[in-house]
């Protein structure tokens, strides 16, 4: 079994940064990309971002070039590097994890971040 443990959410102003943290232990070798996404209240939970094991990234448009995902995979973790945010981007962030084939899906149990002044 895989757990998904994600950190570094809290409370930051506008135009401030932050950055998130996701941990995977477990059988963790069956992950092969892990991501973020991210439900705002009354919304709908959306992508952020994307890598796979091989360090190939996706992102999605809205984020605006404003955020960026690593991964480090000695330490079985993936980084979300959030800069000039926006009070719109405060929601919970989860973080994901997928087999190869997307068979198996696995998710934290998220962390908030709230933009505010």
């Known amino acids: 079994q895989v757990q998904l443990v994600e950190s570094g959410g809290g409370l930051v102003q506008p135009g401030g940064s932050l950055r998130l943290s996701c941990a995977a232990s477990?059988?963790?070798?069956?992950?092969?990309?892990m991501g973020w996404y991210r439900q705002a209240p009354g919304k709908q939970r959306e992508l952020v971002a994307t890598i796979t094991g091989g360090g190939s990234t996706n992102y999605a448009d809205s984020m605006g070039g404003r955020f960026t995902i690593s991964r480090d995979n000695a330490k079985n973790t993936v980084y979300l590097q959030m800069s000039s945010l926006k009070p719109e981007d405060t929601a919970v962030y989860y973080c994901h994890g997928r087999n190869l084939i997307g068979t198996r899906q696995y998710w934290g149990q998220g962390t908030q971040v709230t933009v505010s002044s």
């Open positions: 477990g059988s963790s070798v069956t992950i092969y990309a």
